[in-house]
C-alpha cells in the first residue's frame, strides 16, 4: 500500500554556491557520505548537491503525505535523510526515524528515483507499507 508519494525540483544554480562551503557548513543538510560522494566529481558537485536535495525535499513531502498530523521541518529530514548508492550505483534513501520522533519503521519500503541535468535536479519518493 502506498503511504506517501513526494517529488521535487531543485535548480542547479541554487546550489553552485555551495561548492565552495565547508564540510562543516554542507553537514547541516547532508551526511559524510553524501558530502564524500558530490566533492569526489567537482565538475559535478553542485549537479550531486541539488540531487540529493531534492531526495531530501521530495521525502519530507511523501513524510508529511504518509503522516498527515505531523510537521517536519525541512532541516530535521534533511538530518534523518542521506542518499547513498547501491552496489549496482542506483541511490537509496538511509533514514534515521529516531530524528523524526517516529519509531523505527522497518516495514516501510522507500522507492528513489533521481536524476539531474547540467540546470535541473529531480527526485521522486514512494513511501510503501
Same mark, same amino acid.
Given at each position: ?13 541554487? +546550489? ?5 562551503y565547508s564540510s ?7 551526511? *559524510?557520505?553524501?558530502? !564524500? &560522494?558530490?566533492?569526489? !566529481? ?17 521525502? +519530507?513531502?511523501?513524510? *508529511?503525505?504518509?503522516?498527515?498530523? !505531523? ?6 529530514? +534533511? ?5 547513498? $548508492?547501491?552496489? !549496482?550505483?542506483?541511490? &537509496?534513501l538511509v533514514v ?14 522507500? $522507492?528513489?528515483?533521481?536524476? $539531474? ?6 527526485? &521522486? ?5
Amino acid at each position: 500500500m502506498i503511504m506517501g508519494i513526494g517529488i521535487d525540483s531543485v535548480e542547479v544554480a541554487r +546550489c553552485v554556491s555551495w561548492i565552495g562551503y565547508s564540510s562543516q557548513q554542507l553537514s547541516r543538510i547532508f551526511s *559524510h557520505d553524501e558530502i !564524500n &560522494y558530490a566533492s569526489s !566529481n567537482p565538475a559535478k558537485k553542485a549537479e550531486r548537491l541539488a540531487a540529493r536535495f531534492a531526495a531530501k525535499e521530495a521525502f +519530507c513531502k511523501g513524510l *508529511h503525505a504518509a503522516y498527515p498530523g !505531523n510537521r517536519y521541518s525541512l532541516l530535521t529530514v +534533511c538530518r534523518a535523510v542521506a542518499v547513498l $548508492h547501491g552496489g !549496482n550505483g542506483a541511490p &537509496y534513501l538511509v533514514v534515521d526515524w529516531r530524528l523524526l520522533g517516529l519509531d523505527d519503521q522497518q516495514g516501510i519500503r522507500i $522507492h528513489l528515483s533521481i536524476t $539531474h541535468t547540467k540546470t535541473v535536479a529531480t527526485a &521522486y519518493v514512494v513511501l510503501e507499507l
